[in-house]
């Protein structure tokens, strides 16, 4: 462009620093970023978040601070950019004291702040303190989406807090807050791992009434269910209707049933299926193949 005398604007180079953020090569990125001091531009909020965000995920927090304390004109987006980075390394003290940083500044935690937070603290296991978090969002006026109910949901399914899940998937309807596949699928697989398989049917056939049909996600808990219980014909029985539901099975679905068929002394169908993948092009993996040698040895 410049070799023709054309003058990139802001936006052409805002492109390249996000293009080279992706590749990683933070150094061309700063360089395109001196680029636009030089021409008389002014960063823009896209512009800073897109390398303070790179800076974090390369793991460079120590610079993305320095960066954000000595030429960013800080707003909630870049403050939840930190607390973001933080809360995925486990570092909740972190993230707290940039919150506390945020808020002696004036500005108030939006929803993307509270879902970082309480995604933080479901990763520690801190799901008590997830949902203190989201009692704390309507206190302070922050309005809840279905977003923040899946974080909590899920952190109440991954400990196996089924009755504290189902209580949080109902007040969704309460609050005219329409549940999405995620929220059916995380809620369908802490049933079906807590024994619950009639109540998990149930949602299944309430996400056909509502527009919402069952995806190989929803079938995969039904089946590791049936797989772990060794009640394999149910589980070759739900293969063959997710086929005839036109969903296409992965490799995963078909490893998880090799496993199963294996463990439970039928070897014959578990080396049917391998063919059958091999036959069909899957790529099978070194799992797959150690699921299959297991049945064998």
Not at 57 to 78: M, R, S, W, Y
Request: proline letters at 2%; charged letters at 20%.
């Amino acid at each position: 462009m410049e070799f023709q005398g054309i003058r990139p604007d802001i936006v052409t180079i805002n492109i390249l620093i996000n293009r080279y953020c992706h590749l990683s090569q933070m150094t061309f990125a700063f360089s395109l970023f001196g680029k636009i001091l030089k021409m008389g531009y002014h960063p823009n909020i896209i512009t800073l978040t897109t390398l303070l965000k790179a800076l974090c995920l390369n793991g460079d927090v120590q610079k993305a601070l320095h960066f954000h304390e000595n030429i960013v004109n800080p707003d909630v987006c870049t403050f939840n950019i930190f607390i973001d980075e933080f809360c995925l390394q486990g570092n909740m003290k972190e993230a707290k004291n940039i919150l506390g940083v945020m808020m002696i500044q004036g500005m108030k935690p939006n929803v993307v702040t509270y879902s970082a937070l309480m995604d933080g603290y479901c990763l520690l296991n801190g799901v008590n303190k997830a949902k203190h978090t989201f009692n704390t969002m309507v206190a302070v006026g922050v309005a809840k989406d279905v977003h923040n109910y899946n974080i909590v949901i899920n952190g109440f399914c991954k400990s196996k807090m089924m009755d504290e899940a189902l209580d949080l998937f109902e007040e969704m309807y309460s609050k005219n807050i329409i549940p999405t596949i995620v929220t059916y699928n995380t809620v369908i697989d802490g049933l079906c791992k807590s024994g619950r398989i009639s109540y998990a049917w149930k949602l299944v056939r309430e996400m056909r009434d509502m527009g919402q049909p069952a995806d190989e996600i929803t079938y995969n808990s039904f089946l590791h269910t049936f797989c772990k219980n060794h009640q394999l014909d149910k589980a070759i029985a739900l293969v063959k209707e997710i086929h005839n539901q036109g969903i296409q099975v992965d490799l995963y679905t078909c490893s998880m049933l090799i496993d199963g068929l294996s463990k439970g002394g039928r070897l014959k169908d578990a080396q049917q299926i391998f063919k059958d993948l091999l036959i069909k092009g899957y790529n099978v993996d070194v799992v797959t193949y150690k699921y299959m040698i297991s049945g064998l040895c």
